[in-house]
T-cell receptor, first 110, second 114 residues
Framework: DGGITQSPKYLFRKEGQNVTLSCEQN?????MYWYRQDPGQGLRLIYY???????QKGDIAEGYSVSREKKESFPLTVTSAQKNPTAFYLC?????????FGQGTRLTVV | AQSVTQPDIHITVSEGASLELRCNYS??????LFWYVQSPGQGLQLLLK??????LVQGIKGFEAEFKRSQSSFNLRKPSVHWSDAAEYFC????????????FGAGTRLAVHP
C-alpha cells in the first residue's frame, strides 16, 4: 500500500539528548513537510522540502534539523537546543496541491 | 505575511443543529484551500479541498465549504451535526509559488451535545 510511515508512534527521551523522528513515503512525492502540534496551537511548520537535497525552514525551525538525501525519506532531528520538545509531530508529503499525512509521532522528553 | 486564521477555538453545538466553522487567510493570490479533521491522537483526514472552479465544494461526511474571494474566507458547513463529528477541525492553505508553504490554522475544537 502506498502511504506515509512515521515511526515510532511513541518516543521517550531524556532531556538533553538528540532524537530523530522517521518519515518515509512510497508515493513518489517530491515535497515533504514536518509539523509540530501542541494543544490550541494547530500545526506549526518546522521544515519543508520541495526536492531532494533541498529544504527550507518553516516558522519554528529553531532547535530542529532535517535532511533530504532520498526522495522517500525526510527525517527530523530534535536537538537538545529545542527548549520544549514534547509534542506531537506530523509528517506530510505532497504532489500537486494535495498533501497526505502520516499518523504522527508523540515525543515525550523527560 | 501569509497566515491562516480560525477565529473560533471551541464551538459547541447540539446534535442535529447546523454548523459553520470559519477560516480566513492572508494572501494576495488565490491559494489552494483545505479542511482537515483530526480525532484525538490520530492523524489528519482530508474533508474537502478547493483548487478552482465552483466556489461551493462538497466533501466527505456531509460537509461543504464555500470559497469567498472578496472575504478571503473558506468556511466549513454542515446542515445537521452528528455526535461523531466531535473532533478538531483545521483549515489549511497552500501558498503556491516559490517554495509552496502549506500553512494551517490553529484549529477549532467541536463538541456535540446530545
Amino acid at each position: 500500500d502506498g502511504g506515509i510511515t512515521q515511526s515510532p508512534k511513541y518516543l521517550f527521551r531524556k532531556e538533553g539528548q538528540n532524537v530523530t523522528l522517521s518519515c518515509e513515503q512510497n508515493l513518489n512525492h517530491d515535497a515533504m513537510y514536518w509539523y509540530r502540534q501542541d494543544p490550541g496551537q494547530g500545526l506549526r511548520l518546522i521544515y519543508y522540502s520541495q526536492i531532494v537535497n533541498d529544504f527550507q525552514k518553516g516558522d519554528i525551525a529553531e532547535g530542529y534539523s532535517v535532511s533530504r538525501e532520498k526522495k522517500e525519506s525526510f527525517p527530523l532531528t530534535v536537538t537538545s537546543a529545542q527548549k520544549n520538545p514534547t509534542a506531537f509531530y506530523l509528517c506530510a508529503s505532497r504532489r500537486g496541491p494535495e498533501a497526505f499525512f502520516g499518523q504522527g509521532t508523540r515525543l515525550t522528553v523527560v | 505575511a501569509q497566515s491562516v486564521t480560525q477565529p473560533d477555538i471551541h464551538i459547541t453545538v447540539s446534535e442535529g443543529a447546523s454548523l459553520e466553522l470559519r477560516c480566513n487567510y492572508s494572501y494576495g493570490a488565490t491559494p489552494y484551500l483545505f479542511w482537515y479533521v483530526q480525532s484525538p491522537g490520530q492523524g489528519l483526514q482530508l474533508l474537502l479541498k478547493y483548487f478552482s472552479g465552483d466556489t461551493l465544494v462538497q466533501g466527505i461526511k456531509g460537509f461543504e465549504a464555500e470559497f469567498k474571494r472578496s472575504q478571503s474566507s473558506f468556511n466549513l458547513r454542515k446542515p445537521s451535526v452528528h455526535w461523531s463529528d466531535a473532533a478538531e477541525y483545521f483549515c489549511a492553505v497552500l501558498f503556491s509559488g516559490g517554495y509552496n508553504k502549506l500553512i494551517f490554522g490553529a484549529g477549532t475544537r467541536l463538541a456535540v451535545h446530545p
